[in-house]
């Protein structure tokens, strides 16, 4: 199997040298803390436009009491800074996650590249998935009007959920159907040029390599949504 080498590359793309270092250079801490405040806003924005208090009397009066509503609120208000944390920890296993998967599938092609390196283009690909978040928030606000806790995945853009729509499909298969969207696709597509640009000046190569190896990761990250998911419920 080849293995690349950087200065095999410089004496035949010297073009492609020039944008790895580039890419290098890209401060990491800048992109993952602009990648967590992002996500942070959008969800400071969710909660002050669509989850507000009036969609929790609206949906839950009919199922407990006023004052156990009023309970639920004053404990977010309380401790929405546990939410902002573990949302923090959950966007870092992801990306870790993901970048670990795409490692193994490198290795394995014998392919020399730094983890920090291919983590950071993970980073960086991360802002396709805030742009379908902010897509989702988007829905949820134009019909925030009809929206229940039971809908609110009927309204994730471009997926297999929202093609379906979430009353035809159990739910455990929310998830699942949820992640199978376009934006998906995307990502993988990005990142493999990402590191094309890096590795090997071979788009198509990258792909094949990026696909199976995240393909892999996300199968089993879905299993795991779906068996946490089965035994809440």
Not at 125 to 128: D, K
Not at 160 to 163: E, I, P, V
Not at 166 to 171: A, C, H, K, S
């Given at each position: 199997?080849?293995?690349?080498?950087?200065?095999?590359i410089?004496?035949?793309?010297?073009?492609?040298?020039?944008?790895?270092?580039?890419?290098?250079k890209?401060?990491?801490?800048?992109?993952?803390?602009g990648?967590?405040?992002?996500?942070?806003?959008?969800?400071?924005?969710?909660?002050?436009?669509?989850?507000?208090g009036?969609?929790?009397?609206?949906?839950l009066?009919?199922?407990?009491?006023?004052?156990?509503?009023e309970?639920?609120?004053?404990?977010?208000?309380?401790?929405?800074?546990?939410?902002?944390f573990?949302?923090?920890?959950?966007?870092?296993?992801?990306?870790?996650?993901?970048?670990?998967?795409i490692?193994?599938?490198?290795?394995?092609?014998d392919?020399?590249?730094?983890?920090?390196?291919?983590?950071?283009?993970?980073?960086i690909?991360?802002?396709?998935f805030?742009?379908s978040?902010?897509?989702?928030?988007?829905?949820?606000?134009?019909?925030?009007?009809?929206?229940t806790?039971?809908?609110?995945t009927?309204?994730f853009?471009?997926s297999?959920?929202?093609?379906l729509?979430?009353?035809?499909?159990?739910?455990?298969?929310h998830y699942?159907?949820?992640?199978?969207?376009?934006?998906?696709?995307?990502?993988?597509?990005?990142?493999?040029?990402?590191?094309?640009?890096?590795?090997?000046?071979d788009f198509?190569?990258s792909i094949?390599?990026?696909?199976?190896?995240?393909?892999?990761?996300l199968?089993i990250?879905?299993?795991?949504?779906?068996?946490?998911?089965?035994q809440?419920?």
């Open positions: 199997m080849l293995s690349y080498r950087s200065h095999d410089q004496d035949i793309h010297p073009e492609f040298v020039t944008d790895s270092s580039i890419f290098v890209l401060n990491f801490s800048i992109v993952f803390g990648v967590c405040v992002t996500y942070l806003l959008l969800t400071y924005l969710s909660e002050a436009w669509i989850f507000t009036e969609f929790y009397y609206r949906n009066s009919t199922e407990i009491s006023l004052y156990s509503i309970g639920i609120l004053e404990t977010k208000e309380r401790f929405w800074w546990v939410a902002y573990v949302q923090i920890l959950v966007i870092l296993f992801k990306m870790l996650f993901a970048a670990l998967c490692f193994i599938g490198v290795v394995l092609s392919i020399e590249i730094a983890f920090k390196d291919l983590f950071k283009s993970v980073v690909t991360e802002s396709i805030i742009v978040q902010f897509v989702y928030l988007v829905n949820l606000y134009v019909n925030r009007a009809e929206l806790f039971e809908t609110t009927n309204y853009p471009l297999m959920l929202s093609y729509g979430v009353e035809n499909v159990d739910p455990w298969l699942p159907l949820q992640t199978l969207n376009l934006f998906e696709i995307a990502y993988i597509l990005c990142i493999s040029w990402l590191l094309s640009k890096q590795w090997k000046p198509i190569e094949n390599i990026v696909l199976p190896s995240y393909g892999i990761g199968l990250w879905m299993v795991l949504v779906v068996f946490l998911t089965l809440i419920s």
